[in-house]
C-alpha cells in the first residue's frame, strides 16, 4: 500500500483514484488507517481533489493516524497544522527555494533552509530590536528574546549571538505596529507562552530525530555485519575454514577494504558472483602469508582508523569475541 501510495506510481493510476476523494470519510479512514506521514503529504499534493480533502480540518484525524504509524514522532504542536508538521518534519526540501536533501531541520523556527536561503532568512538581535522600534516605541523593559523564539550560538568570548527567524519577525511587527503600551503587554504575555510551546516542541523534535538517526545507523550497521557473516559462511563452504580460523581479524581486516564487502545489502548469488573474485584473491593472499610461516603475521593486530570502525557494531559480533575473549 505505502508503495503504491508514492507519488510516482500515482501519476499512473490517476484513472483508478481519481473517485477517491468522492468516498465516504469512514471508508477512506480504513483505507489510509495504515498509511505512512510523507504519503498521505504526497497524496495531498497529487490533485485539486486530494488537495481539498486532506488538507481540510476533518481530515485532521487521518493525519494523527498517520503520525501515529511512526514510533516516537512527537504529538503535532498546536501552533502548526498537521500537514505542516508532517512536511518539516519528513519533507526534505528548502521551504524557501525547494532544493532537495536539506537534513538539518531548524526545528525552533519550524523550517529547513539550504545554506544559500538561510543567509537571507535568519536576522540578528540588533536588527530585531531596529525593526521593532520603528514599527512602534520599543520600550527597553523588553527583551526581545522574549518576544520572539531565538537559536544561540556561542560567540566571542563565550558569549553567546542570538538569532531569529525573519518570518517570526514580521509576523510580530504586524500585531507591535502602531501599538499602545496595553496592546504590547498582551503580545508580551501571549509571545512568553508560545515560545515555551515551540521551545518544547523543538526539544523533542529534535531528539526524536537524533533517535532515529541512531536507529537508522544501527539498522545498516545490523546490515553490513550480515552480510559479512554471509560472505564468511560462503568460504566456510568453499573450504577457507582454516585460514579463517587462524586469523579472523585479519581476514575481518583484509576483506572490509574490498569493493562490495561492506555494504548494508543482503548477499545474494548474484552480488557474490561481483566480489567472489577479489574476496577469493584477499583469501588466497592471506593463505600463502599461512604457509609461509605457519600463521599470519603480515597484518596488524590491531584496528587501523577508518570511519568504520568508529560505528557502534561496525565490527561483527565474532570478531569482537576475538578482540575481548572474557566476553566470549
Ligand atoms: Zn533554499
Known amino acids: 500500500m505505502t508503495t503504491l501510495l508514492r507519488r510516482r506510481a500515482l501519476r499512473g493510476r490517476r484513472g483508478s483514484l481519481k473517485e477517491f476523494p468522492d468516498m465516504p470519510l469512514d471508508i477512506l479512514f480504513e483505507v489510509f488507517s495504515h498509511i505512512e506521514p510523507m504519503d498521505l ?49 519528513f519533507d526534505s526540501h528548502c521551504h524557501k527555494c525547494l532544493r532537495p ?53 556561542p560567540w566571542l568570548r563565550g558569549r553567546p549571538l542570538f538569532k531569529f527567524h525573519k518570518a517570526d519577525v514580521e509576523t510580530l511587527v504586524e500585531a507591535w505596529k502602531g ?8 503580545i508580551h504575555s501571549s509571545q512568553l ?10 526539544d523533542l523534535c529534535s531528539k526524536w530525530q537524533m533517535d532515529r538517526k541512531l536507529s537508522r545507523s544501527a539498522e545498516i550497521d545490523e546490515l553490513k555485519d550480515a552480510r559479512y557473516s554471509a560472505i564468511i559462511a560462503k568460504l566456510r563452504e568453499f573450504g577457507w575454514g582454516e585460514v579463517i580460523d587462524d586469523s579472523p581479524w585479519s581476514v575481518w581486516s583484509r576483506l572490509r577494504g574490498v569493493r562490495g564487502v561492506r555494504v548494508p545489502k543482503q548477499l545474494t548469488n548474484r552480488s557474490w558472483q561481483a566480489i567472489e573474485t577479489s574476496v577469493l584473491q584477499v583469501m588466497e593472499a592471506l593463505k600463502s602469508a599461512k604457509n609461509a610461516v605457519g600463521h599470519i603475521t603480515d597484518l596488524p ?11 557502534p557494531g561496525s565490527v561483527p559480533t565474532h570478531i569482537i569475541r576475538v578482540l575481548l575473549p572474557w566476553n566470549a
Request: hydrophobic share 40%.
Open 41 to 89: 503529504l504526497n497524496l495531498a499534493r497529487t490533485s485539486k481533489p486530494f488537495g481539498e480533502l486532506l488538507l481540510h480540518r476533518s481530515a485532521a484525524s487521518l493525519w494523527k493516524q498517520a503520525r501515529q504509524n511512526v514510533p516516537g514522532l512527537p504529538e503535532c504542536p498546536p501552533f502548526m497544522s498537521e500537514p505542516a508538521f508532517i512536511n518539516l518534519c
Open 101 to 153: 536533501n536539506i537534513q538539518p531541520v531548524m526545528w525552533a523556527f519550524r523550517v529547513r533552509y539550504c545554506r544559500h536561503c538561510k543567509s537571507g532568512m535568519i536576522v540578528m538581535i540588533s536588527q530585531v530590536r531596529q525593526i521593532l522600534e520603528a514599527a512602534s516605541p520599543f520600550r527597553a523593559r523588553y527583551d526581545v528574546r522574549e518576544l520572539l523564539i531565538s537559536e544561540s550560538e
Open 179 to 186: 501599538s499602545g503600551a496595553e496592546v504590547q503587554e498582551d
Open 193 to 202: 507562552a508560545l515560545i515555551k510551546q515551540m521551545r518544547d516542541n523543538a
Open 301 to 311: 593486530s590491531f584496528p587501523q582508523p577508518s570511519n568504520d570502525m568508529h560505528t
